[in-house]
C-alpha cells in the first residue's frame, strides 16, 4: 500500500480519494459479482432476487458499509484493535475475531474458483475451449474442475500471487493494472451483454431476469440475497473496515460508501444479462450451482468472433478483479496476526497464506473425490460459502450495527463522519435504520433463515 502517506497517529494514509475508492472498489467487485451473483440468481428464481437484492443494499448494505468505514477511520488499526480501541475492556473484539475467521474460510473456496478462471484463461489461449457445443463445455469443466490434482495447482498459483501482493504491498504494478483493467472489464462486460441478449431464444432468460416472480420469494431466498449483499459488497469481516483505517478525516464516508456500491452493483447486474440469456438461448439449467458461469461463457465465446482471444481476456480480466478481492480477504487476518501477534508481514502472509490453502484442498475435491460427502446436505464448497456468507457476514454485521447503534452511539459515528467538514445530509434516518432497522431485520432473517 504505497500509495499512502503518514498521518499524525503514524498510520499510512491514501495518497489520493481514487486510491481509496479504487482499493475499496476492487475489494467488492469480484467473483462475487461475475461468478457468484449470476449463480444465486439462477438457483433463485431470477427477478425476484434481484428486487430483494436490491432492496437489502439499500436498506442494510449501503447503511453498514458507511458505519464499519467509520469504525475503520477511528479505530486506525486492524478490526480486533480497531473494536478494543473504541470500547476498551469489552466483549467487542470478538466482531474481528468473526472477521478473522471469516477470511479464512471465505478465501479458502475464493481461490479454488478464481483457480479455475486461470485455467479457463490457458484453455481459451490455446484453442481447447473452441467451438463448444454447451453439452461439451459441461463435460470439459467437469473434467477440470473433478480431477484431484490440476485444480490444485491453479488455486496454488492464485494462492502464490495473493501473498505475494499482501507482502509486497499493492505496488504500482497491480495498482495502474487495475486502474486500467477495471474499465476494459465493464467494456468487455457491456459487450458480452449485448452478444448474449441477441442469441437466438434469449428473451425468455431476459424476462426471466427482469420480471419479478414474488411467489419465488421464500425465506431461504432471502437469506441468500442477504448472504450475496454481504459477500459482493465485502462487508461483515472487517475489510471495508479495515480500508477505512486508512481514510483521512476529509474523506466524505457516505459518498464513498454510494459509490462503491453502485459500481458494484452495476457490475453484477451486468454480469447477469451476460449469463441468464445465454443460459435460456443455449437451453442450460439456470440452476447448475458454481459450474455456471464456466458452462455458459465458452458458449457465448464460441457464438462470437475471435471468440478464443475474447475468452483469454475476459477470464484475464476476472483474475485480476478476483487477485484485488483476495488481497483484502488475506489483509485481515494478516493485519490482526502482525498487529496482535507481533508477527512480521512475510511471516504472516505466508503462514496464513499456506493454511488457507490448505483449507481449500476440500473444496476443491468436492467436485470430484469427495462429491459424495455431504456436509448438511451441501458439496464441501457450497457448505463453506453458505456457512461463511449466509451466516458468519450477516452475524458479524448484526453484532457490528448493534455496536454503533448502541455501544459506541450513532452521534459519535456521525461526529466521527462529519469531523471534518463533511455534511452528511441523511444521518437522522441512517441513525434509524442502524439502530433499530438493521438489528431487527437481520435477527429475524437469520433466525427464521436457519430453523426454516
Ligand atoms: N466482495 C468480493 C467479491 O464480490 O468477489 C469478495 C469478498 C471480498 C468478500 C472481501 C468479503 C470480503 F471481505
Known amino acids: 500500500m504505497e500509495n499512502k502517506h503518514e498521518n499524525h497517529e503514524n498510520r499510512e494514509q491514501w495518497g489520493s480519494r481514487l486510491g481509496f ?37 439499500f436498506v442494510i448494505g449501503i447503511p453498514l458499509m458507511i458505519g464499519e468505514l467509520t469504525i475503520g477511520r477511528r479505530g486506525k488499526r486492524n478490526i480486533v484493535g480497531a473494536f478494543q480501541k473504541i470500547k476498551p475492556g469489552g466483549p467487542w473484539w470478538f466482531i474481528g475475531a468473526l472477521g478473522v475467521l471469516a477470511g479464512f474460510v471465505i478465501l479458502s ?47 496454488a498459483i492464485f494462492m502464490a500471487m495473493t501473498i505475494g501482493i499482501v507482502i509486497f504491498g499493492i505496488d504500482k504494478g497491480i495498482e495502474r493494472a487495475s486502474k486500467i483493467m477495471m474499465p476494459i472489464l465493464f467494456v468487455l462486460l457491456f459487450v458480452l451483454a449485448i452478444r448474449s441478449v441477441t442469441l437466438d431464444g434469449a428473451m425468455e432468460g431476459v424476462l426471466w431476469y427482469i420480471t419479478p416472480d414474488f411467489s419465488a420469494i421464500n425465506i431461504q431466498t432471502i437469506l441468500g440475497a442477504l448472504g450475496q449483499v454481504f459477500f459482493s459488497l465485502s462487508l461483515g469481516m472487517g475489510a471495508i473496515m479495515t480500508y477505512g483505517s486508512y481514510l483521512p478525516d476529509e474523506e466524505n464516508i457516505p459518498s464513498a460508501a454510494m459509490f462503491i456500491s453502485l459500481a458494484d452493483i452495476g457490475i453484477a447486474i451486468l454480469a447477469g444479462f451476460i449469463i441468464i440469456p445465454a ?3 443455449f437451453g442450460l439449467e439456470p440452476n447448475a450451482g458454481p459450474a455456471l458461469i464456466f458452462i455458459t461463457l465458452p458458449a457465448v465465446f464460441g457464438s462470437m468472433p475471435f471468440g478464443n482471444l475474447v475468452g483469454a481476456l475476459f477470464f484475464l480480466l476476472l483474475t485480476i478483479a478476483a487477485l484485488t478481492s483476495a488481497i483484502s480477504l488475506l489483509e485481515v487476518p494478516v493485519a490482526y496476526f502482525i498487529d496482535e501477534l507481533k508477527w ?27 462429491s459424495n460427502n455431504l456436509f448438511f446436505g451441501m458439496e464441501f464448497l457450497d457448505f463453506m460459502d453458505f456457512f461463511s456468507s449466509n451466516l458468519l457476514l450477516p452475524i458479524g454485521g448484526l453484532l457490528t450495527a448493534i455496536f454503533i447503534g448502541w455501544v459506541w452511539g450513532t452521534r459519535n459515528t456521525v461526529d466521527e463522519i462529519q469531523k471534518k467538514g463533511v455534511h452528511f445530509g441523511l444521518r437522522s434516518p441512517w441513525g434509524i435504520i442502524v439502530q433499530f432497522v438493521l438489528p431487527i431485520v437481520l435477527l429475524y432473517i437469520l433466525i427464521t433463515g436457519l430453523i426454516g
Open 21 to 57: 475508492i479504487l482499493a475499496a472498489a476492487g475489494s467488492a467487485i469480484g467473483l462475487g459479482n461475475i461468478w457468484r451473483f449470476p449463480t444465486v440468481v439462477g438457483q433463485s428464481g431470477g427477478g425476484a432476487f434481484i428486487f430483494l437484492y436490491l432492496l437489502i443494499i
Open 109 to 155: 473456496f475464493y481461490s479454488v474458483i478464481a483457480g479455475w478462471g486461470i485455467a479457463y484463461m490457458f484453455k481459451f489461449l490455446t484453442g481447447q475451449l473452441t467451438g463448444l457445443e454447451p453439452g461439451q463445455s459441461a463435460d470439459i469443466f467437469g473434467a477440470l474442475a473433478s480431477s484431484p490434482v490440476e485444480p490444485l495447482i491453479w488455486h
Open 279 to 281: 443460459v435460456f438461448a
Open 344 to 370: 512480521n508481514r512475510l511471516k504472516a502472509s505466508v503462514i496464513v497464506g499456506i493454511v488457507i490453502f490448505l483449507l481449500g484442498i476440500p473444496s476443491s475435491l468436492s467436485q470430484g473425490l469427495l
